[in-house]
Protein backbone atom coordinates (compact mmCIF):
# COMPACT_ATOMS: atom_id res chain seq x y z
CA UNK A 1 0.00 0.00 0.00
CA UNK A 2 1.57 3.39 -1.22
CA UNK A 3 1.03 6.01 1.35
CA UNK A 4 2.45 9.42 1.05
CA UNK A 5 1.75 11.41 4.22
CA UNK A 6 2.17 15.33 4.36
CA UNK A 7 2.44 16.88 7.82
CA UNK A 8 3.94 21.27 8.85
CA UNK A 9 1.09 22.57 7.34
CA UNK A 10 -1.11 25.55 9.52
CA UNK A 11 -1.49 29.37 10.40
CA UNK A 12 1.00 31.64 9.45
CA UNK A 13 1.37 35.03 9.13
CA UNK A 14 2.68 37.40 6.46
CA UNK A 15 6.44 37.06 5.56
CA UNK A 16 6.79 33.54 7.80
CA UNK A 17 8.13 30.65 7.28
CA UNK A 18 6.61 26.89 7.62
CA UNK A 19 8.24 23.51 6.58
CA UNK A 20 6.78 20.76 5.05
CA UNK A 21 7.07 17.41 5.19
CA UNK A 22 6.03 13.91 3.09
CA UNK A 23 7.16 10.65 4.23
CA UNK A 24 6.15 7.97 1.67
CA UNK A 25 5.70 3.82 1.89
CA UNK A 26 4.82 1.51 -0.22
CA UNK A 27 6.96 2.52 -3.21
CA UNK A 28 11.05 2.62 -3.71
CA UNK A 29 11.37 6.31 -2.95
CA UNK A 30 15.43 6.42 -4.62
CA UNK A 31 12.75 5.49 -8.23
CA UNK A 32 10.85 8.49 -7.96
CA UNK A 33 10.86 12.11 -8.83
CA UNK A 34 9.20 13.99 -5.86
CA UNK A 35 7.03 17.34 -6.47
CA UNK A 36 4.88 19.47 -4.26
CA UNK A 37 1.33 21.09 -6.09
CA UNK A 38 -0.96 23.56 -4.36
CA UNK A 39 -4.64 24.00 -5.11
CA UNK A 40 -6.30 27.27 -3.62
CA UNK A 41 -10.06 27.50 -3.71
CA UNK A 42 -11.53 28.70 -7.08
CA UNK A 43 -8.14 28.13 -8.20
CA UNK A 44 -6.28 25.47 -10.95
CA UNK A 45 -3.83 23.10 -9.25
CA UNK A 46 -0.27 24.16 -9.72
CA UNK A 47 2.74 22.73 -9.69
CA UNK A 48 4.94 24.60 -6.60
CA UNK A 49 8.15 22.38 -7.13
CA UNK A 50 9.74 19.22 -8.15
CA UNK A 51 12.87 17.11 -7.06
CA UNK A 52 14.35 14.54 -9.88
CA UNK A 53 16.26 11.39 -8.32
CA UNK A 54 19.37 13.13 -8.69
CA UNK A 55 18.27 16.03 -6.89
CA UNK A 56 17.65 18.35 -9.90
CA UNK A 57 15.25 20.72 -8.94
CA UNK A 58 12.52 23.29 -10.46
CA UNK A 59 9.86 25.66 -9.46
CA UNK A 60 7.17 27.79 -10.28
CA UNK A 61 7.61 31.68 -11.28
CA UNK A 62 5.39 31.78 -8.52
CA UNK A 63 7.71 30.68 -5.39
CA UNK A 64 11.18 30.78 -7.08
CA UNK A 65 13.74 31.72 -4.64
CA UNK A 66 11.08 31.71 -1.81
CA UNK A 67 10.29 28.05 -1.65
CA UNK A 68 13.39 25.41 -1.56
CA UNK A 69 12.47 21.21 -1.85
CA UNK A 70 14.29 18.66 -0.74
CA UNK A 71 14.87 14.99 -0.34
CA UNK A 72 16.46 12.67 2.59
CA UNK A 73 16.34 8.82 0.93
CA UNK A 74 17.71 7.66 4.22
CA UNK A 75 14.20 8.80 5.70
CA UNK A 76 11.80 8.32 2.68
CA UNK A 77 10.79 12.01 2.60
CA UNK A 78 10.75 14.87 1.13
CA UNK A 79 10.26 18.31 2.23
CA UNK A 80 9.01 21.90 1.21
CA UNK A 81 10.68 24.92 2.81
CA UNK A 82 8.82 27.76 2.50
CA UNK A 83 9.92 31.30 3.34
CA UNK A 84 8.37 35.04 2.59
CA UNK A 85 5.11 33.70 3.04
CA UNK A 86 2.01 35.98 0.83
CA UNK A 87 -1.45 35.64 1.55
CA UNK A 88 -1.31 34.18 -1.79
CA UNK A 89 0.18 30.79 -0.81
CA UNK A 90 -2.88 29.97 1.17
CA UNK A 91 -3.79 26.57 -0.39
CA UNK A 92 -3.98 22.81 -0.05
CA UNK A 93 -0.44 21.45 -0.37
CA UNK A 94 0.16 17.93 -1.89
CA UNK A 95 2.51 16.01 -2.22
CA UNK A 96 3.70 13.62 -4.47
CA UNK A 97 5.66 10.87 -6.15
CA UNK A 98 6.10 10.53 -10.17
CA UNK A 99 7.95 10.22 -13.50
CA UNK A 100 11.66 11.45 -13.48
CA UNK A 101 11.29 13.10 -17.13
CA UNK A 102 11.30 16.74 -18.25
CA UNK A 103 7.31 16.53 -17.85
CA UNK A 104 6.56 15.77 -13.96
CA UNK A 105 3.58 13.56 -13.90
CA UNK A 106 2.06 12.57 -10.60
CA UNK A 107 1.71 9.07 -9.92
CA UNK A 108 0.89 9.15 -5.94
CA UNK A 109 -1.02 11.36 -3.94
CA UNK A 110 -0.88 12.53 -0.47
CA UNK A 111 -3.92 13.83 1.34
CA UNK A 112 -3.04 17.01 1.55
CA UNK A 113 -1.96 20.00 4.14
CA UNK A 114 -3.19 22.95 4.80
CA UNK A 115 -1.55 26.61 4.94
CA UNK A 116 -2.92 29.45 5.84
CA UNK A 117 -1.37 32.91 5.56
CA UNK A 118 -2.93 35.70 7.01
CA UNK A 119 -2.40 38.60 10.06
Given at each position: ?V ?10 Q????L ?5 VS ?14 A????R ?19 G??T ?8 T??L?M ?6 DT ?15 A?YW??G???T???
Amino acid sequence: QVQLVESGGGLVQPGGSLRLSCTVSGIIFTHYAMGWYRQAPGKQRELVARITRAGSTNYADSVAGRFTISRDSAKNTVYLQMNSLKPDDTAVYYCTAGSDNLAYVADYWGQGTQVTVSS
